[in-house]
T-cell receptor, first 118, second 111 residues
Framework: GAVVSQHPSRVICKSGTSVKIECRSL??????MFWYRQFPKQSLMLMAT?????????EQGVEKDKFLINHASLTLSTLTVTSAHPEDSSFYIC??????????????FGPGTRLTVL | QKEVEQDPGPLSVPEGAIVSLNCTYS??????FMWYRQYSRKGPELLMY????GNKEDGRFTAQVDKSSKYISLFIRDSQPSDSATYLC???????????FGTGTRLLVSP
């Protein structure tokens, strides 16, 4: 249980294009999903918290107009990197909290999407 | 000072050794503590979850939380080469708040 998928797993694009990454909770509903980015040999950096049916909450320093988040349903959140540039190249990972009874804060992570902007 | 401190390693051990991984934290409000394992170019995988202080065991893994010392540990018994990965500690204050991660410790288990 508690499986999270991401698509695509890898994307290479030209500078200036937009890229959409999907995050799905496969066997549970997730009212909240999280988006992280990770640079090589570094830890996860939280970008934003995605809430179903409302606007995402962005961390300080993350450009909300560049990283568009849509949480249209209880099983799907999307991250769109608009007008991508080489410095946006990174490993993007989503996670979701099943919000099980008992109040656990455990998050389950997707396999990640490697974005390379040429 | 970071909220969560974790030695980045690498930690190199021979196969069969007992591995001890640790994190310290400064926020006394943290109540939920997790350990994740991350292989290269993969998403983190939840290994252990602990609420408040105490020990929890699952197979070869044991998680310990000492809230009085603000110190958590993950022990791996009979370590295997397949355990070679980066181990991330994470914690939160509850209420489905965001997790705060350590930097991760890279573990290398040699055959």
């Amino acid at each position: 249980g508690a499986v999270v998928s991401q698509h695509p797993s890898r994307v290479i694009c030209k500078s200036g294009t937009s890229v959409k990454i999907e995050c799905r909770s496969l066997d549970f509903q997730a009212t909240t999903m999280f988006w992280y980015r990770q640079f090589p040999k570094q830890s996860l950096m939280l970008m934003a918290t995605s809430n179903e049916g409302s606007k995402a909450t962005y961390e300080q320093g993350v450009e909300k107009d560049k990283f568009l988040i849509n949480h249209a349903s209880l099983t799907l959140s999307t991250l769109t990197v608009t007008s991508a540039h080489p410095e946006d190249s990174s490993f993007y990972i989503c996670s979701a909290n099943p919000r099980l009874a008992g109040g656990t804060d455990t998050q389950y992570f997707g396999p990640g999407t490697r974005l390379t902007v040429l | 000072q970071k909220e969560v401190e974790q030695d980045p390693g690498p930690l190199s051990v021979p196969e069969g050794a007992i591995v001890s991984l640790n994190c310290t934290y400064s926020n006394s409000a943290f109540q939920y503590f997790m350990w994740y394992r991350q292989y290269s170019r993969k998403g983190p995988e939840l290994l252990m979850y602990t609420y408040s202080s105490g020990n929890k065991e699952d197979g070869r893994f044991t998680a310990q939380v000492d809230k009085s010392s603000k110190y958590i540990s993950l022990f791996i018994r009979d370590s295997q080469p397949s355990d070679s990965a980066t181990y991330l500690c994470a914690m939160s204050a509850g209420g489905f708040q965001k997790l705060v991660f350590g930097t991760g410790t890279r573990l290398l288990v040699s055959p």
